[in-house]
């Protein structure tokens, strides 16, 4: 067996070699890599980290997009008194927690993420790019679901509606938080400035207070197309028809068949984001 002389510096050590039976060299033995690390255990630890993170931030994002949605409903209150605009109403303002945390603070934290350098870190995990986007989102996402169920409480008390259907939000929060987390995310990763991707985040939370809230019945056409293109409205229509006194539970179905797919293909779009932007 060679020893390597001590003034010998590493990285011009020769290659430890494999001895033949008859005790020539052999090939150079090569270093045996770990496995390859999985989707779900890797989102799963990367949820998990995400979410005790922004643990510590936890009641201000409460408290501030509760706040928020609530108070747009007492202002509506004055303005629509009942009825069908009632419905959309309480469920554009539920799904606005959503979007608050969906597309403005995924798009701030991932362009804070790029620009200061914490992408590097990340790329140095063995986990893979979905995992990443998918644990952020997700682990966002979580903090959104009571301020969403007590703006829906609230709003139904307020407008005088029925509590019955609550449970479709077990199935409108994450579809339509899929679909927003995505669009955050990618934006995030996508804009040239950080400056630029917390003004997209703004933007698009903007987009979805003014065409989810507001009735579509008052909305001029053209406004009432770019409110088709936007894919938390269709989980405010999801939620609304709910609220009928017969709600027909196959446009129920097709409004959340299009959040999740939509989800998919943005979740997708931020993933390739994640990608080129780490490969920088």
Do not use: K
């Not at 008859?22 to 779900?40: F, K």
């Amino acid at each position: 067996m060679s020893v390597v002389p001590a003034d010998v510096p590493a990285a011009e050590a020769p290659a430890p070699t494999v001895t033949g039976p008859r005790g020539g060299a052999g090939r150079t033995a090569a270093a045996e890599l770990g496995p390859r690390a999985r989707l779900w255990p890797s989102l799963a630890a990367v949820y998990r980290a995400q979410l005790s993170r922004a643990r510590v931030a936890r009641i201000p994002l409460l408290f501030v997009a509760t706040f928020q949605s609530v108070g747009i409903m007492i202002m509506m209150r004055g303005v629509v008194s009942g009825g069908g605009e009632a419905h959309f109403v309480v469920a554009g303002a539920s799904i606005v927690v959503v979007a608050y945390v969906a597309l403005n603070l995924l798009s701030q934290y991932f362009g804070q993420l790029r620009f200061s350098g914490g992408l590097d870190h990340y790329a140095t995990l063995p986990v893979p790019p979905a995992a990443v986007v998918l644990g952020a989102a997700a682990a966002y996402a979580s903090f959104t679901v009571p301020g969403t169920l007590v703006t829906a409480v609230l709003g139904c008390v307020l407008f005088g509606l029925p509590l019955g259907n609550l449970w479709v939000l077990v199935a409108v929060i994450p579809l339509a938080g899929a679909a927003l987390s995505g669009l955050g995310a990618a934006c995030g990763l996508l804009a040239p400035r950080p400056e630029l991707a917390t003004l997209l985040g703004q933007l698009g939370m903007s987009a979805a207070l003014l065409l989810g809230v507001l009735p579509p019945d008052r909305m001029p056409g053209v406004v009432r197309l770019a409110r088709d293109l936007l894919p938390s409205t269709y989980g405010v229509e999801a939620y609304a028809r709910t609220f009928a006194e017969r709600p027909d539970w196959a446009y129920v179905a097709v409004d959340m068949a299009v959040c999740a797919g939509v989800g998919v293909i943005s979740l997708a779009v931020a993933t390739w984001a994640y990608r080129r932007a780490a490969v920088r």
